[in-house]
């Protein structure tokens, strides 16, 4: 079996509540290149604001963390100021699609203004923006973790203007020029429709098929034997999935489950709660676990809420030890031959989990499902769980079933 990962050592501590963000559709129909730092960056600025648009003029953000979200080199504050000047004087054009229906049609930048000064990044909107961002008719969930995957600007462009028409199946019939406007492809290099089609449009569609949550396909229409527009058929990729919202059924289960309400207990918002159980409930569950032990040890000297956003948005293994009894006086060497114990058991349970075949999971969700496990949404073709709440009920028979085997309590 594998062999267990490292401790992960993040040092800085969050402040981005969620790694979802819904994002008005006009903000995604846009014009004016701002290139694919600049499109990532407006995203994650605006997640790291939105519980606070309306109460907040000025917001804040260390650099350090909004680089992690981008996926982007901490040190290279030249690219991240050229980004940040990017879209703060970039025009945007609302509603190019017009559709919001009567929705007005509005030009403006991103950002009024931004400064970085100590580490740390702070930027403002316009009070009619912040109230457009703050009270979308029309959302569209753009996912940082999704986000971080693209390396073209086009292929990330794309992908937005085609995710909040998943439902529908179909952007419909869009001319090219405005094609051409929506994905910041507007040099003269693709006036010839070849050019545009091979170096944008392909390349994007093999990106967004390759990282994304949705899978696309390009249809043409001509005339004259001259296409003049464009539409793109839009579907779950189901190698994907996981980055899909749960309904709002699944979401009041969630705030049901003790892994919600341990997170909510060390500080955390409502909405981040949910969002990291939909996005990873083994993660949310171990981290619960994780700070209450150094609460309980008092190795957390500040908020416990930014130090469980640190274990879980950092990366790498998270470590859990076993409930230790408070009220029981133990000496310091004790305590700590019991952390390693536990660390050492929760690590090779991960070890063995992670190095299962798809043929041992996939019996072992057959042996959960005999035992009156629920698996409705568990497919043997992906080998994963569409619902959340039933990989966590998974994952956790599961960890409980290779502990004993490893225990050699179980044949």
Not at 7 to 35: D, M
Not at 201 to 222: C, D, G, M, Q
């Amino acid at each position: 079996m594998a062999s267990a990962k490292p401790k992960s050592t993040a040092t800085a501590v969050a402040t981005v509540s969620s790694s979802e963000l819904r994002k008005h559709v006009g903000t995604v129909h846009v014009g004016g290149n701002l290139g694919l730092l600049g499109r990532k960056l407006s995203n994650v600025l605006l997640l790291n604001a939105f519980d606070n648009l309306l109460t907040k003029t000025v917001h804040e953000i260390p650099v350090g963390i909004m680089s992690q979200m981008l996926g982007f080199d901490s040190k290279n504050t030249g690219a991240l100021k050229d980004a940040l000047k990017k879209i703060s004087t970039t025009p945007i054009e609302f509603d190019i699609l017009h559709a919001a229906g009567d929705e007005e049609w509005g030009v403006t930048t991103l950002l009024g203004a931004a400064n970085i000064r100590n580490g740390v990044v702070r930027y403002e909107y316009s009070s009619e923006l912040a109230k457009k961002l703050a009270n979308p008719e029309i959302y569209l969930l753009i996912n940082i973790t999704v986000q971080k995957q693209f390396s073209g600007a086009y292929a990330l462009a794309l992908y937005e203007n085609c995710l909040r028409f998943k439902r529908t199946g179909s952007t419909g019939w869009i001319s090219v020029e405005i094609w051409r406007k929506l994905l910041d492809a507007e040099a003269s290099t693709y006036d010839e429709f070849k050019h545009f089609n091979g170096e944008v449009i392909k390349k994007a569609v093999k990106e967004v098929n390759t990282v994304s949550n949705i899978l696309i396909t390009p249809e043409y229409e001509r005339q004259n034997r001259r296409v003049t527009r464009i539409r793109f058929l839009v579907e779950d990729n189901p190698q994907r999935s996981m980055y899909d919202e749960t309904d709002s059924e699944g979401q009041a289960a969630i705030r049901n489950s003790d892994t919600y309400r341990g997170l909510v207990k060390l500080g955390l918002a409502d909405r981040l709660a949910v969002d990291w159980i939909q996005q990873d409930p083994d993660r949310a569950k171990k981290t619960v676990a994780y700070v209450e032990n150094k609460m309980r040890s008092k190795k957390i000297r500040g908020n416990a809420g930014g130090y469980a956003r640190t274990v879980f948005e950092a990366g790498g293994e998270i470590e859990t030890v076993e409930i230790v009894d408070v009220g029981a006086p133990k000496g310091a060497d004790e305590k700590s031959a019991l952390d390693q114990t536990a660390d050492a058991r929760s690590a090779s349970i991960s070890s063995a989990i992670r190095a299962l075949s798809d043929e041992e999971r996939q019996a072992y969700v057959h042996e959960f499902a005999t035992s009156g496990g629920p698996v409705s949404s568990w497919s043997d073709a992906t080998g994963a769980f569409k619902n959340v709440l039933e990989k966590s009920a998974f994952t956790a028979w599961l960890s409980v079933k290779i502990g004993e085997f490893l225990d050699g309590t179980v044949e």
